[in-house]
């Protein structure tokens, strides 16, 4: 197929994934590293199978650096050259068991490399820190070994999967492998394989690293993206989605490898690769190989043609196999029916009988094949692809300029007691205790029914970002938070285990019981800069806590099965008496904490907002865990059952955390996405007064990419699951927070709608009279703010995660808007979210704007009239009048428009969007807009109105021409036209009325 056309780099990182393991990266000089050549490189083996010791010293050719291992000469089942194998074995977490290589890549000729390679496992357990696990890593170099990247197989399934044991397959070979993109600036790289702190055994055979070159592209007239099921890792296999059992098994048709479903309704799905409207027909062929199936079920192959809104125009039956037979081909040609946009090749097996195995897919476009010759870089696959490498640069900046149009956290409107003619030095920020009234969050002592809402507007820290390096780091961060209008942080992983330096746990204890001092004293430090600039925090107690062997203190054989929980204990946190007794510990550590600006305890700080008792894990999640032999025996036993161990755990929590740790800000049990009336019995038990909800938006794969937005379907997918939990809630006198919200970004760092969600969901929050809510989600890079999308800045920035908010210009140029919006009184703001598809406006006292995923919308919304630029997929314009004065009389407005960000360099796998071919790099660039305006303003008429653009600083920009200004007396409007087309980016702009 083609480099960068058909395997995505490594998947995104929602949970922790590689993330500890790239933090504690040792990336000391090897030996071979000690020239720069841009001759073409020199490839390493085309297969290495660990056989040769040509200098005699016991350690395979080209290896170093090499722990707990044994090669073994033995195994007449290994699928390499030979019976030898490579195997590292662990019977403790933390073992530095692997061996290194080092590879010559030079990026000016090596566009990309396929690796392979062959794998057994063997009782895989966790390691202690998040991200140990067993495969193969890649540490890519630049200049000066500085690190450009880092490259992931891994061989024990999903990193996604919060279950024990992901690997499915233990004691069969399995071969990973996969396309990855070699960053620009890469020289060398150290390849490690091993179990890399995971425990268990886990051999290799059969490496193969092959270059491919830079340029040109390689392209294919297959429209199947891995016809024959190479590229994967395990039984995840890259372009295909794989459902109910349905697997990627060795050996396949003359090939390593074929998909294999042998379990009732189990599936397998596949997109074709690029868009079909100049498609006819098409020619599908594929081996198959049945064993069993029987003549009344057997497995169905059907293609489904789509419209350009995903809706189905067309299916057809490709074929329905029953029976037994050996390899065989069949082949099918179809007629597309007119309107076909995008199809989805499905296969189904019906029953429970027999099994097939299926391998080397071939869709053909007819009458002439190369018609449908595609790469990652084609139209059909991504008509952005080459133009989105012209759009603006983004310009990223350490500080907001204090008192700027863009510093919100000296914004009138934000501090009424003041002088709306003076920008507001920053505040020093007493901040005074929050406590539940009538089902919302308030502020002060004694406060009753009349006392005033205190809407809190947040983000979540992802990972170690609660543990800034510095001083200088934690007051930076501090000061930007504050400056984005932000008023709220969520510490959403106090237990984590993310490595030295990176974790509040003490990292080199055989337990979890101690906390690390000069971690707890960066944490500190960091909360006392929020809290000088008036913001407050939130805390999840149970999270992604990684159990060790001294947490059992002696108790035989649950030391071993509590180190196999899941991260955080899953579901064992409403039932299990040891994992209840650490977090105890754990919580009575912490809250002994104190800030050094005021010597008082977390326990008793004003700062603290509330406390989840765990952070997305309840009783409630056991039908995940129907397979661990921990939870068998109460999986089945339903809700009722499951309501009354959690409210028996929540009721013993509240009690030791008032009574022993003495904790006074209010309590919330789990931050979840259930909706049953039966888990909402568990969270408002007497002694919790907040319900912290949690939404995660996710689309179909096989959903059309333009209409993944809550523009689409933000009644069903918002407002209804929202609104639903919060009124039970207040019906108990209960606080509601959305505590936690994000969309999943398919691979990809970031969705061309994350903009538009951001505002949708701040209006209907602050429409629904919410008392908070918090998005995730702030991370160490890139800093500065927009530098570069997570993982492809280099230095320490290895780590690729989606849904970050300070790599977003769209998203973190909004915040001030979004929080100015969501502050105002419940009732004074409306949106029209979910009247009409594929747009909508919010309007509130003093912001409103427009978030549009259809092009060139015209909209009315206060006294604005808006024209939106006529090509843009995704823009959203948000007007505030920062003085805080109501829209129409105001004299200092902010503009921000936002279409859609790239990484130089990204593209895409196909046209569905749902696999990333190359993740890019920066700068960051902006979508060139044009919006037109009018203001229906009698003060903006009796005056003189200028319209400045503003630098990413807040400082007015002198090398943009300021758009020329029309004024109307008759008509009372003024009126002018932006423009975001000039090299560097400018999203924001200053209306003044003079």
């Known amino acids: 197929?083609?480099?960068?056309?058909?395997?995505?780099?490594?998947?995104?990182?929602?949970?922790?994934?590689?993330?500890?393991?790239?933090?504690?990266?040792?990336?000391?000089?090897?030996?071979?590293?000690?020239?720069?050549?841009?001759?073409?490189?020199?490839?390493?083996?085309?297969?290495?199978?660990?056989?040769?010791?040509?200098?005699?010293?016991?350690?395979?050719?080209?290896?170093?650096?090499?722990?707990?291992?044994?090669?073994?000469?033995?195994?007449?089942?290994?699928?390499?050259?030979?019976?030898?194998?490579?195997?590292?074995?662990?019977?403790?977490?933390?073992?530095?068991?692997?061996?290194?290589?080092?590879?010559?890549?030079?990026?000016?000729?090596?566009?990309?490399?396929?690796?392979?390679?062959?794998?057994?496992?063997?009782?895989?357990?966790?390691?202690?820190?998040?991200?140990?696990?067993?495969?193969?890593?890649?540490?890519?170099?630049?200049?000066?070994?500085?690190?450009?990247?880092?490259?992931?197989?891994?061989?024990?399934?999903?990193?996604?999967?919060?279950?024990?044991?992901?690997?499915?397959?233990?004691?069969?070979?399995?071969?990973?492998?996969?396309?990855?993109?070699?960053?620009?600036?890469?020289?060398?790289?150290?390849?490690?394989?091993?179990?890399?702190?995971?425990?268990?055994?886990?051999?290799?055979?059969?490496?193969?690293?092959?270059?491919?070159?830079?340029?040109?592209?390689?392209?294919?007239?297959?429209?199947?993206?891995?016809?024959?099921?190479?590229?994967?890792?395990?039984?995840?296999?890259?372009?295909?989605?794989?459902?109910?059992?349905?697997?990627?098994?060795?050996?396949?048709?003359?090939?390593?490898?074929?998909?294999?479903?042998?379990?009732?309704?189990?599936?397998?799905?596949?997109?074709?690769?690029?868009?079909?409207?100049?498609?006819?027909?098409?020619?599908?062929?594929?081996?198959?190989?049945?064993?069993?199936?029987?003549?009344?079920?057997?497995?169905?192959?059907?293609?489904?043609?789509?419209?350009?809104?995903?809706?189905?125009?067309?299916?057809?039956?490709?074929?329905?196999?029953?029976?037994?037979?050996?390899?065989?081909?069949?082949?099918?040609?179809?007629?597309?029916?007119?309107?076909?946009?995008?199809?989805?090749?499905?296969?189904?097996?019906?029953?429970?009988?027999?099994?097939?195995?299926?391998?080397?897919?071939?869709?053909?476009?007819?009458?002439?094949?190369?018609?449908?010759?595609?790469?990652?870089?084609?139209?059909?696959?991504?008509?952005?692809?080459?133009?989105?490498?012209?759009?603006?640069?983004?310009?990223?900046?350490?500080?907001?300029?204090?008192?700027?149009?863009?510093?919100?956290?000296?914004?009138?409107?934000?501090?009424?007691?003041?002088?709306?003619?003076?920008?507001?030095?920053?505040?020093?920020?007493?901040?005074?205790?929050?406590?539940?009234?009538?089902?919302?969050?308030?502020?002060?002592?004694?406060?009753?029914e009349s006392t005033l809402p205190r809407p809190l507007f947040g983000l979540s820290l992802i990972g170690p970002t609660m543990l800034p390096e510095d001083a200088e780091q934690a007051e930076r961060w501090a000061d930007r938070l504050a400056a984005s209008g932000v008023d709220l942080v969520r510490v959403s992983d106090p237990d984590g285990a993310f490595g030295p330096g990176s974790s509040l746990i003490d990292p080199f204890r055989d337990d979890t019981r101690v906390l690390d001092l000069e971690s707890s004293d960066r944490f500190t430090r960091f909360l006392d800069a929020l809290a000088s600039r008036g913001l407050r925090w939130t805390i999840d107690l149970q999270s992604r806590r990684r159990f060790r062997v001294g947490d059992a203190q002696g108790r035989g054989e649950d030391a071993v099965a509590l180190r196999d929980l899941p991260p955080g204990g899953g579901p064992a946190v409403g039932f299990d008496p040891i994992v209840g007794e650490l977090a105890r510990e754990f919580a009575a550590g912490l809250f002994r904490l104190s800030r050094s600006a005021n010597s008082v305890t977390l326990a008793n700080d004003p700062g603290l907002a509330w406390v989840a008792l765990a952070g997305d894990h309840s009783a409630f999640d056991l039908e995940r865990y129907r397979d661990d032999p921990r939870f068998r025996n109460r999986a089945a036993r339903g809700s009722a059952f499951w309501k009354r161990w959690e409210s028996a755990a929540w009721s013993e929590w509240v009690r030791v955390l008032r009574s022993q740790v003495g904790l006074r800000s209010p309590l919330a049990g789990a931050s979840h996405p259930q909706r049953s009336t039966e888990f909402l019995d568990a969270q408002t038990i007497d002694g919790l007064e907040v319900v912290d909800d949690r939404l995660l938006l996710g689309d179909p794969r096989f959903s059309a990419p333009e209409r993944r937005g809550l523009a689409w379907d933000g009644e069903s997918r918002l407002i209804a699951p929202t609104r639903s939990k919060r009124l039970k809630a207040e019906e108990r006198g209960r606080a509601y927070v959305l505590g936690h919200w994000a969309r999943g970004g398919w691979g990809a760092w970031a969705n061309d709608a994350d903009s538009l969600d951001l505002m949708a969901v701040t209006a209907v929050g602050a429409s629904e009279g919410w008392s908070a809510v918090i998005r995730r989600g702030l991370f160490r890079h890139p800093d500065p703010w927009g530098a570069s999308a997570p993982g492809t800045g280099g230095g320490s920035d290895l780590v690729r995660l989606s849904g970050v908010v300070n790599a977003h210009p769209g998203l973190f140029g909004l915040l001030p808007h979004a929080s100015a919006l969501f502050r105002h009184r419940e009732g004074s703001v409306t949106h029209t979210l979910g009247r009409e598809p594929g747009w909508f406006v919010f309007e509130g006292p003093t912001t409103v704007g427009v978030a549009s995923q259809v092009p060139g919308r015209l909209a009315t919304v206060g006294p604005f009239s808006v024209r939106l630029d006529p090509r843009s997929p995704a823009q959203t314009i948000a007007v505030t009048a920062w003085d805080g004065r109501g829209l129409s009389e105001s004299r200092r407005l902010l503009i921000t428009a936002v279409g859609r960000v790239r990484p130089t360099g990204f593209r895409w796998a196909d046209c569905w969007k749902t696999e990333v071919a190359d993740p890019g790099r920066p700068p960051l660039r902006i979508e060139p807009?044009?919006?037109?305006?009018?203001?229906?303003?009698?003060?903006?008429?009796?005056?003189?109105?200028?319209?400045?653009?503003?630098?990413?600083?807040?400082?007015?920009?002198?090398?943009?021409?300021?758009?020329?200004?029309?004024?109307?007396?008759?008509?009372?409007?003024?009126?002018?036209?932006?423009?975001n087309d000039q090299a560097i980016a400018t999203l924001h702009w200053e209306v003044v009325v003079e």
């Open 1 to 448: 197929m083609t480099r960068r056309g058909w395997s995505p780099t490594t998947r995104q990182l929602i949970g922790g994934g590689w993330l500890a393991l790239v933090l504690g990266l040792g990336l000391a000089p090897a030996p071979w590293c000690c020239h720069r050549s841009h001759a073409q490189p020199t490839p390493p083996p085309l297969r290495d199978d660990f056989q040769t010791d040509a200098d005699g010293d016991g350690i395979p050719d080209g290896w170093f650096n090499i722990r707990d291992w044994q090669l073994r000469r033995d195994d007449p089942g290994a699928p390499g050259s030979g019976p030898g194998v490579l195997r590292f074995e662990a019977d403790q977490p933390g073992r530095p068991s692997r061996a290194h290589r080092g590879l010559e890549i030079p990026w000016r000729h090596v566009g990309a490399i396929e690796v392979a390679v062959w794998v057994r496992t063997q009782t895989i357990g966790p390691g202690e820190r998040e991200g140990q696990r067993p495969g193969l890593v890649i540490d890519l170099l630049g200049d000066d070994l500085v690190a450009t990247g880092v490259l992931v197989l891994e061989a024990d399934g999903d990193p996604d999967s919060e279950a024990t044991s992901r690997n499915n397959s233990d004691g069969e070979w399995v071969k990973l492998a996969q396309v990855f993109p070699i960053p620009v600036g890469t020289n060398e790289a150290i390849l490690a394989l091993g179990l890399h702190g995971a425990t268990g055994q886990i051999d290799f055979d059969g490496l193969t690293i092959v270059f491919q070159p830079r340029q040109p592209l390689i392209s294919s007239s297959n429209l199947v993206r891995n016809p024959g099921f190479e590229w994967g890792c395990g039984s995840w296999v890259h372009g295909w989605s794989l459902e109910q059992g349905a697997r990627r098994v060795h050996p396949g048709w003359r090939s390593d490898s074929a998909l294999e479903l042998s379990s009732s309704r189990s599936r397998a799905s596949c997109g074709l690769a690029i868009t079909l409207d100049q498609v006819r027909s098409v020619e599908i062929r594929f081996m198959a190989k049945a064993t069993g199936l029987r003549a009344r079920g057997g497995v169905v192959i059907r293609l489904f043609s789509l419209d350009r809104a995903g809706g189905i125009v067309g299916e057809s039956l490709l074929a329905q196999l029953t029976g037994s037979f050996d390899w065989k081909p069949v082949v099918k040609l179809v007629s597309l029916p007119a309107g076909t946009h995008r199809a989805v090749l499905q296969i189904d097996k019906l029953d429970s009988f027999g099994s097939i195995r299926l391998d080397d897919f071939q869709i053909l476009t007819q009458p002439d094949p190369s018609a449908g010759t595609w790469s990652v870089e084609t139209p059909s696959v991504d008509a952005d692809a080459l133009t989105a490498d012209t759009w603006p640069v983004y310009q990223p900046v350490d500080r907001i300029v204090p008192g700027s149009p863009l510093d919100a956290s000296r914004w009138p409107l934000n501090r009424p007691d003041s002088d709306p003619a003076e920008a507001v030095p920053a505040a020093s920020a007493t901040l005074r205790p929050l406590k539940v009234v009538a089902g919302r969050l308030v502020e002060g002592g004694e406060a009753d």
């Open 929 to 979: 807009l044009t919006i037109g305006l009018i203001w229906r303003s009698p003060t903006a008429t009796q005056g003189q109105v200028r319209v400045l653009p503003l630098d990413e600083a807040g400082r007015p920009r002198a090398s943009s021409k300021p758009p020329q200004v029309v004024t109307d007396p008759n008509r009372g409007e003024v009126a002018w036209t932006l423009t």
